[in-house]
């Protein structure tokens, strides 16, 4: 029995960095808490997660589950939640869990609290804290009920070491027959890149809508990210003019980034996409603008032509 069950994300492979961040806040609310992993062919998957301090990791691995179908995976997480007592179900913000765990919410009638940045207990109560207005303005949310469903912005909580005792890992059984048929899957597009994940990257460069057409974008922008060995983002104009591919997306409609390193190419900075990098450790700006907002939340800006500056810069990196 777990008070808080965490979702764990995958690539088939291993699991997901980012998805690891939720366990920080689990350990935070206190009592014990279970990892859940769901999917096909998932021994090595789970192997990787049972020196994370968890009571278990409970496995749902089946045929069935092989593709992230909603309707499968909310149904198949709900009947955990309440084998295991859970009082907190536990995710991380992602298209992955914006996709599964409303569901899950509906199912078990609980309320859902999305991206918490932090937790406050006043009372005996504990309230979550979360970003309104694109991350203008904090709110701070208290829930009322036995359940609640939470999803966690990674980049406010610290990656968990994996330095407990090995817990034990149980198959979670169900009857996969009586899963729900609504959904079915279709086909996979996934982009093959030699660049690391967006989300988990310790150098990001982002280009905006100054980059003109695909093959300038491709040449300034990655570019520079494969001079750093860094991951490649765009703004959601770049997107929306073709320039970059929607998995690209940095911002509030789009991916929540936070590297070492995020370098900002003709980025104006409107507030939807400084929502996706505030948290970044090193923001650099280049922008003929001297007036861009990007500037405010920059930790060095460069004024001038990214035509001009950015070959250059690629060339000093690759000499270097």
Same mark, same amino acid.
């Given at each position: 029995m777990a008070e808080t069950l965490v979702l764990i994300e995958h690539d088939r492979q291993h699991a997901k960095r980012p998805s690891l961040h939720a366990i920080t806040l689990a350990r935070q609310l206190g009592g014990e808490?279970?990892?859940?992993?769901?999917?096909?062919?998932?021994? /090595? &998957?789970? +192997?990787?997660?049972?020196?994370? $301090? +968890?009571?278990?990791?409970?496995? %749902?691995?089946?045929?069935?589950?092989? !593709?992230?179908?909603?309707?499968?995976?909310?149904?198949?997480?709900? !009947? =955990?939640?309440?084998k295991q007592g859970a009082k907190t179900l536990l995710g991380t913000s992602s298209t992955f869990s914006k996709d599964v765990l409303p569901r899950a919410a509906a199912l078990l009638d609980a309320p859902m609290v999305t991206d918490v940045l932090a937790i406050e207990e006043t009372d005996g109560s504990i309230s979550y804290r979360r970003p309104i207005n +694109? $991350?203008? &303005?904090?709110?701070? &949310?208290?829930?009322?009920?036995?359940?609640?469903?939470?999803?966690?912005? =990674?980049?406010? @909580? /610290?990656?968990? *070491? =994996?330095? %407990? %005792?090995?817990?034990?890992? !149980?198959? @979670?059984? #169900?009857? *996969?027959?009586?899963?729900?048929? $609504?959904? /079915? @899957?279709?086909?996979? !597009?996934?982009?093959?890149?030699?660049?690391?994940?967006?989300? /988990? *990257?310790?150098?990001?460069?982002?280009?905006?809508?100054?980059?003109?057409?695909?093959?300038? #974008?491709?040449?300034?922008?990655? $570019?520079?990210a494969d001079a750093l060995e860094g991951a490649v983002g765009a703004t959601r104009a770049a997107v929306d003019a073709d320039m970059a591919p929607n998995d690209y997306q940095i911002g509030q409609t789009g991916k929540i980034v936070a590297p070492e390193l995020y370098i900002a190419l003709g980025i104006s900075g409107a507030i939807q996409h400084l929502a996706g990098i505030k948290d970044s450790r090193i923001i650099v700006a280049i922008n003929k603008d001297p007036d861009a907002p990007i500037f405010q939340m920059a930790t060095y800006g460069l004024v001038g032509d990214l035509h001009q500056i950015v070959p250059q810069l690629i060339e000093l990196i690759r000499r270097s």
């Open positions: 808490y279970a990892l859940l992993v769901l999917g096909h062919g998932l021994d /090595e &998957i789970a +192997a990787s997660l049972v020196s994370y $301090g +968890a009571c278990a990791v409970l496995v %749902a691995d089946h045929p069935a589950l092989a !593709e992230p179908l909603a309707d499968r995976y909310a149904t198949v997480i709900v !009947e =955990a939640a309440r +694109a $991350g203008s &303005i904090l709110a701070t &949310i208290k829930v009322e009920g036995d359940r609640r469903v939470l999803t966690v912005r =990674a980049t406010a @909580f /610290e990656a968990p *070491a =994996a330095n %407990a %005792a090995p817990c034990p890992t !149980e198959r @979670f059984a #169900f009857d *996969a027959t009586s899963l729900p048929s $609504g959904m /079915e @899957f279709i086909s996979r !597009e996934q982009r093959k890149s030699d660049r690391p994940d967006l989300t /988990e *990257a310790r150098v990001v460069v982002s280009g905006g809508r100054p980059l003109k057409d695909k093959e300038t #974008f491709e040449r300034l922008v990655g $570019g520079l």
